[in-house]
């Protein structure tokens, strides 16, 4: 690890010299972006990886939008919006003066089209449950839309904010069938799709047209002529490029270099502090030894969650104290202190007391049975820190963690499976309920709901969660569920990520946002001086 930060920041301290002669030979107006992985393909609802997000947050538009506090909904294609008192009813007005990029007016007929091939199961999306449960979406006139539920839905206005529910022109998509989003795209965004070149580049062009751009920016026009969207999976690679004037901006940051990058005069570093990306562990609680409401217990207390986190993000990630950051909408305090706190004394006494006793190689035996469990992930830098180190604090206590991490070409597949005992994984949210109804609804079992957690207090009240009438019954309903969910140890909370931008000095009104773990939100009032 020494030897890698040296290398780093050799690159960096080398490349210093020729930034200023290799940044001039970059086009005047061009915003470059580094970024580690590509997507698979950039059509809305088909796609659920942050890197398509990046991109179709700038070829596309949302009904609505998210502030920087990441709890504020405001308009977007939609100026303004009513909601009935039953909760079943959203009506939303349009602007009048949005065109797509080849020119074509938006109306009332390319919202209904897109939210109902979001939703259609030919479109195969994985995230159709996110537009709501939809009764009909119509259009009154060419700038009205009625969105009518079958029963309320809360979270609604959170979910139109998200890139899957963009809004795409019917006629490119019919003409490019399963290749929109993949060799060509048709939306209203502040920029156009040039051109891209799969694990290489994404090229994109200003939107001429563009002026309705979210009113959270100052200036609702992109300031920049082109962004390319430029793949370097190498890390010391990408931050020689950014120093080299190769690039202008990247969110992924080794997270080692961090604090050194605070002392390099030619890149500005910001934090979006509102940023919702978790870190955690869950057990299959219907499987043999993480059944035992000791073993989760004491697991929570074994592992030294804040070393954990800072031996695998050297500071660039805060150690989980409950479930949820406490900054969403719809954190439960409570709940977040009832989860207990590093104490491998407490956990020894906790499986003393359930009659976990410690065999001949230290592994606790009970009724036979060893205190040893099977743990799947996906195989990252991070999480190979992570597992050996909560691995070793397990180890401290009595219990065995068995580790496989796999691929992620087939680790999606593997942990759709039911041959594990616990898993690791990360994920973005929005609020409290986005995220607990994704993972502890009894009806996403197996997946995502990989603990198989069956519970039918907790559908209830994730249920009144989604369709209270009232923002405070829904609030009761989402605090109790945590409440619930963390007196059973379900999880091992581990790490809140956070998101850093880092920008050339050339780089003027960026500013982290955060949505759906995207730190460039739209590319707006982003302006480059040379």
Same mark, same amino acid.
């Given at each position: 690890?020494? $030897?890698?930060?040296?290398?780093?920041?050799?690159?960096?301290?080398?490349?210093?010299?020729?930034?200023?002669?290799?940044?001039?030979?970059?086009?005047? !107006?061009?915003?470059?972006?580094?970024?580690?992985?590509?997507?698979? !393909?950039?059509?809305?609802?088909?796609?659920?990886?942050?890197?398509?997000?990046?991109?179709?947050?700038?070829?596309?538009?949302?009904?609505?939008?998210?502030?920087?506090?990441? +709890?504020?909904?405001?308009?977007?294609?939609?100026?303004?919006?009513?909601?009935?008192?039953?909760?079943?009813?959203?009506?939303?007005?349009?602007?009048?003066?949005?065109?797509?990029?080849?020119?074509?007016?938006?109306?009332?007929?390319?919202?209904?089209?897109?939210?109902?091939?979001?939703?259609?199961? /030919?479109?195969?999306?994985?995230?159709?449950?996110?537009?709501?449960?939809?009764?009909?979406?119509?259009?009154?006139?060419?700038?009205?839309?009625?969105?009518?539920?079958? /029963?309320?839905?809360?979270?609604?206005?959170?979910?139109?904010?998200?890139?899957?529910?963009?809004?795409?022109?019917?006629?490119?998509?019919?003409?490019?069938?399963?290749?929109?989003?993949?060799?060509?795209?048709?939306?209203?965004?502040?920029?156009?799709?040039?051109?891209?070149?799969?694990?290489?580049?994404?090229?994109?062009?200003?939107?001429? !047209?563009?002026?309705?751009?979210?009113?959270?920016?100052?200036?609702?026009?992109?300031?920049?002529?082109?962004?390319?969207?430029?793949?370097?999976?190498?890390?010391?690679?990408?931050?020689?490029?950014?120093?080299?004037?190769?690039?202008?901006?990247?969110?992924?940051?080794?997270?080692?270099?961090?604090?050194?990058?605070?002392?390099?005069?030619?890149?500005?570093?910001?934090?979006? /502090?509102?940023?919702?990306?978790?870190?955690?562990?869950?057990?299959?609680?219907?499987?043999?030894?993480?059944?035992?409401?000791?073993?989760?217990?004491?697991?929570?207390?074994?592992? $030294?969650?804040?070393?954990?986190?800072?031996?695998?993000?050297?500071?660039?990630?805060?150690?989980?104290?409950?479930?949820?950051?406490?900054?969403?909408?719809?954190?439960?305090?409570?709940?977040?202190?009832?989860?207990?706190?590093? !104490?491998?004394?407490?956990?020894?006494?906790?499986?003393?007391?359930?009659?976990?006793?410690?065999?001949?190689?230290?592994?606790?035996?009970?009724?036979?049975?060893?205190?040893?469990?099977?743990?799947?992930?996906?195989?990252? $830098?991070?999480?190979?820190?992570?597992?050996?180190?909560?691995?070793?604090?397990? +180890?401290?206590?009595?219990?065995?963690?068995?580790?496989?991490?796999?691929?992620?070409?087939?680790?999606?597949?593997?942990?759709?499976?039911?041959?594990?005992?616990?898993?690791?994984?990360?994920?973005?949210?929005?609020?409290?309920?986005?995220?607990?109804?994704?993972?502890?609804?009894?009806?996403?079992?197996?997946?995502?709901?990989?603990?198989?957690?069956?519970?039918? /207090?907790?559908?209830?009240?994730?249920?009144?969660?989604?369709?209270?009438?009232?923002?405070?019954?829904?609030?009761?309903?989402?605090?109790?569920?945590?409440?619930?969910?963390?007196?059973?140890?379900?999880?091992?909370?581990?790490?809140?990520?956070?998101?850093?931008?880092?920008?050339?000095?050339?780089?003027?009104?960026?500013?982290?946002?955060?949505?759906?773990?995207?730190?460039?939100?739209?590319?707006?009032?982003?302006?480059?001086?040379?």
């Amino acid at each position: 690890m020494r $030897n890698w930060l040296t290398a780093g920041l050799l690159a960096w301290s080398v490349a210093a010299p020729v930034a200023d002669a290799l940044a001039q030979a970059t086009p005047r !107006n061009t915003l470059v972006v580094l970024r580690e992985i590509d997507a698979d !393909n950039y059509d809305p609802p088909r796609s659920t990886a942050r890197s398509a997000g990046e991109v179709v947050y700038m070829l596309s538009d949302t009904l609505v939008s998210l502030d920087w506090d990441q +709890r504020t909904v405001r308009p977007g294609l939609a100026e303004s919006w009513t909601v009935s008192e039953d909760g079943k009813l959203y009506t939303f007005r349009l602007r009048r003066d949005v065109t797509f990029c080849d020119g074509k007016p938006f109306t009332a007929r390319d919202v209904v089209y897109s939210i109902n091939r979001w939703i259609n199961p /030919e479109t195969r999306s994985p995230v159709r449950w996110r537009a709501g449960p939809v009764k009909e979406i119509r259009a009154v006139d060419d700038h009205t839309v009625e969105y009518e539920l079958t /029963e309320p839905f809360g979270e609604l206005l959170y979910q139109l904010t998200l890139f899957f529910g963009s809004i795409v022109d019917q006629a490119t998509v019919e003409r490019l069938g399963q290749n929109f989003g993949v060799q060509g795209f048709n939306g209203t965004g502040p920029f156009c799709w040039v051109s891209w070149t799969p694990r290489q580049e994404m090229v994109l062009q200003r939107h001429p !047209n563009y002026r309705w751009g979210p009113p959270i920016f100052q200036n609702p026009s992109p300031q920049v002529d082109r962004v390319v969207w430029r793949v370097i999976p190498e890390a010391n690679t990408r931050l020689a490029a950014m120093q080299t004037g190769q690039g202008d901006v990247t969110q992924y940051i080794p997270y080692i270099a961090l604090n050194q990058l605070r002392n390099v005069p030619t890149v500005r570093l910001q934090r979006q /502090e509102n940023y919702f990306w978790d870190y955690f562990l869950g057990f299959k609680v219907d499987k043999p030894v993480v059944s035992d409401p000791a073993i989760r217990r004491a697991v929570n207390l074994a592992v $030294n969650r804040p070393a954990v986190v800072q031996a695998t993000f050297f500071g660039a990630a805060d150690a989980m104290r409950g479930y949820l950051n406490p900054n969403v909408t719809g954190f439960d305090r409570e709940a977040a202190e009832s989860v207990p706190s590093f !104490n491998p004394d407490e956990a020894r006494r906790v499986l003393d007391e359930a009659g976990w006793r410690a065999g001949p190689d230290g592994i606790r035996v009970k009724d036979g049975q060893r205190a040893s469990f099977l743990l799947y992930g996906l195989q990252t $830098n991070e999480w190979r820190r992570m597992s050996e180190a909560i691995q070793a604090d397990l +180890r401290r206590v009595g219990i065995e963690m068995r580790v496989q991490l796999w691929d992620a070409t087939v680790g999606w597949g593997r942990l759709a499976t039911q041959e594990f005992d616990a898993f690791v994984m990360s994920y973005p949210y929005i609020s409290a309920t986005d995220g607990f109804a994704l993972y502890f609804d009894s009806r996403n079992r197996p997946t995502p709901n990989r603990m198989n957690w069956s519970d039918a /207090e907790t559908d209830r009240l994730l249920n009144i969660a989604k369709t209270g009438l009232s923002a405070e019954e829904r609030a009761r309903a989402i605090g109790e569920a945590q409440r619930r969910i963390a007196s059973q140890n379900v999880w091992l909370p581990i790490a809140h990520e956070q998101l850093w931008l880092a920008s050339s000095q050339r780089v003027e009104g960026l500013r982290p946002h955060g949505i759906y773990g995207v730190g460039i939100y739209k590319g707006l009032d982003v302006r480059l001086t040379r």
